[in-house]
Each structure stands twice: as structure tokens, then as C-alpha cells.
């Protein structure tokens, strides 16, 4: 079997669902942290531009018998381990439920995350010159505007049980957990989201889920 190592950062989102696909799975693999603060950022220094000309996390070198390949995007990462590992399975057998479960997922990292990364952040304040609690206000109106539309579908979808899909984690959940995990770390409340704060809340009581919280992470204290 291929050898795996992740390259990412302890409190990026996308790094984050790709550990917890990892645990699910049970792959072996390493990691190798890219610290998107020190020195202006890793991930934008020329020896990890090599590696994802994009200068984001996370990515995954592959590394076969002579070769290695590299893959970038979560989702992508996530869904080439459930084709090569496929039990767990990650998306559901049928294809209105995989669609499903592959919206929810693309909501988050789609519509949500993207206007938050850090990229963005700092964008707002070095270049934009916004303040501290202008770009607060930033990060929050937009997952509250994410966050309330995905509530009233979660919370009116019969395919809900205790995570996104019956009772199984799934590819929404690995983008739910770290979407809140940040929204709870920036203090924003989520009193108005109890569906999806139950789903996260559940799956983090799975250890596949735990281990690959931010905290927990060999990067956190550096």
C-alpha cells in the first residue's frame, strides 16, 4: 500500500477533515506540519510552492515505489481515501444520497470556509486596513449567513439522525466538526444552529474525531 504524508496546519479547517478521514480510516501516514504563520507563512515559501504551487493546506504526498504524486483540495484528499480505503465508507450507496451528503460537504467548504480562510483575513487587514473587530465582524456575518441556511435544511431533512446522514459519520461531518471547532474558538455564538451543533457535538465523541482535533495535533505548540 502507498505510503501517505500530510502536509498541514493544526487549525486549518480544510487539514482538519482530512485527519479525521485518516482516523476513520485507520491509514497509517505522517505528517508534516506547514505553519501558516512563522516567517510570513510556510506555505508560501518557495520548498512547499513546489509541492502546491496554490501556497494552501493541506496537502498529500503519495508516495509510490519510484514515484510520488501530490494531491491538493480536502475534499479531493478525502474522496480518493474512501475510493482506496473504502470501509468506512464516506458517502452514502445511492446516488441522491451521496448528493446530498456531497452538498452539505461543498456548502461548508464552498460557501462558508472560503470566506474565512486566512488568506482573506489577512487580506482584510493588511491590505484593507480593516480593524480587529471589523474583520470579527467579517468572519461572523458570513457564517451566521452560512450557518442559517444550513440549520433550517439540516433541521427539516429526514435523512438526519445523529450525524448529517442516519448514523454513520460521512463527508459532511468531516466538514461540519472543524467549521464549528473555528466558529466556537472566534466565540460566535451558535445557540441559533442546535441541529448543527448537536451533529458536531456527537462526532466529536468518536475518538476518530477527537484525535484529530487542532489541540491535539504535534504543530499545536510550536
Known amino acids: 500500500m502507498n505510503a501517505l504524508t500530510l502536509h498541514g496546519y493544526f487549525r486549518s479547517s480544510a487539514s482538519f477533515r482530512v485527519r479525521i478521514a485518516l482516523n476513520l480510516k485507520g491509514v497509517p501516514h505522517d505528517q508534516a506540519p506547514v505553519h501558516l504563520l512563522r516567517d510570513g507563512g510556510e506555505q ?5 510552492r513546489a509541492l502546491n504551487p496554490d501556497g494552501l493546506v493541506p496537502s498529500l504526498s503519495v508516495h509510490e515505489e519510484a514515484t510520488t504524486s501530490v494531491l491538493t483540495q480536502s475534499l479531493a484528499i ?4 474512501d475510493e482506496l480505503y473504502p470501509t468506512p465508507a464516506l458517502l452514502p450507496a445511492a446516488p441522491l444520497d451521496r448528493a446530498f451528503v456531497r452538498s452539505v460537504a461543498l456548502q461548508i467548504a464552498c460557501e462558508i470556509h472560503p470566506l474565512a ?3 482573506v483575513l489577512k487580506y482584510l487587514s493588511g ?7 471589523q474583520r470579527q465582524a467579517w468572519y461572523r456575518h458570513w457564517l451566521e449567513v452560512g450557518f442559517a441556511s444550513l440549520e433550517q435544511r439540516l433541521a427539516a431533512e429526514p435523512r438526519v439522525g445523529r450525524f448529517t446522514f442516519g448514523d454513520a459519520p460521512t463527508l459532511a461531518d468531516l466538514c461540519i466538526v472543524p467549521q464549528v471547532w473555528n466558529a466556537r474558538r472566534f466565540e460566535i455564538p451558535l445557540d441559533a444552529y442546535p441541529t448543527i451543533v448537536r451533529i458536531a457535538d456527537h462526532a466529536m465523541t468518536l475518538d476518530a474525531f477527537a484525535a484529530a482535533e487542532p489541540g491535539r495535533q504535534p504543530d499545536a505548540n510550536a
Open 117 to 119: 480562510n486566512l488568506r
Open 78 to 81: 478525502i474522496e480518493y481515501l
Open 44 to 48: 508560501l515559501q518557495p520548498a512547499y
Open 127 to 133: 491590505e484593507l486596513h480593516v480593524s480587529d473587530a
